[in-house]
């Protein structure tokens, strides 16, 4: 399966997307230590990631099936490559809406061994090498999180990826903060996860912005495959 890339935006959608990263970055500079002010603060930025969201393209990031029915293909590649399942299996766990590891037997300490052949990670390579170039230093040392990020990103849109099976049993949304409306957010008050939460959203809109707007034009694989729900 190839996803493909985006349409270029038109003109005007382009300057209406380059004002809206501008007052996302604007919303999400100041912190706030109270719990109204936070509250705005995420409403607001919310509002603006919205309307973001409605003009950037809607990419696929699976094959459009129901994850349970790519766990074999996947399955089928991870052990064809090396990977050894001892006594489990992935099931789908409907208490917990998504899918888990099931035991078919006696659990030994070691149940699952992955060769490093089938670690994704960074390297020097020449794909990487001008993502690793542009992206400012601090970023890569302290958020490589972001790094990686991207990366995955490049290799999901990559035609014929070796990666394809592994990204088809990915869920196509978290139950993370990052998916919290404002009225979700709300609920939080007087718990410890409030100002934890908030934060992480900012975080991420602020990076997607500041990637987005800076960081992208530099990058040709990511020219037409960065959104922020493909970013979140």
């Known amino acids: 399966m190839s996803n493909g890339m985006a349409k270029t935006l038109s003109k005007g959608k ?23 002010a936070c509250l705005d603060q995420h409403r607001n930025m919310y509002g603006v990631l919205e309307r973001i969201r409605r003009l950037e393209p809607k990419l696929r990031t699976t094959n459009d099936r129901p994850r349970m029915e790519n766990v074999e293909n996947f399955t089928k590649w991870a052990t064809g490559k090396g990977c050894t ?9 409907a208490e917990y809406g998504g899918l888990g590891l099931e035991a078919t037997g006696t659990i030994s300490d070691t149940f ?33 999180n972001v790094m990686l990020a991207l990366a995955l990103i490049m290799e999901r849109f990559r035609k014929n990826s070796f990666w394809e099976p592994y990204f088809d049993v990915f869920p196509v949304r978290y139950t993370t903060p990052l998916y919290y409306t404002p009225d979700d957010a709300r609920e939080l008050i007087n718990t410890e996860a409030f100002h934890p939460a908030l934060k992480l959203c900012k975080t991420i809109a602020r990076q997607y912005g500041f990637i987005r707007k800076v960081i992208l034009q530099y990058v040709d694989e990511l020219q037409n495959n960065f959104t922020y729900d493909v970013f979140r």
Not at 19 to 34: K, S
Not at 121 to 133: E, P, Q, S, T, W
């Open 85 to 93: 399942l001892k006594n489990v299996r992935i099931a789908e766990q």
């Open 112 to 144: 699952i061994e992955v060769p490093r052949s089938l670690f994704f990670y960074i390297d020097d390579g020449a794909r990487f090498k001008n993502l690793l170039l542009q992206m400012p230093a601090n970023m890569m040392r302290d958020q490589g």
């Open 14 to 36: 382009a300057k209406e997307l380059n004002g809206l990263l501008e007052q996302l970055m604007q919303l999400g500079a100041p912190d706030y230590d109270t719990v109204e």
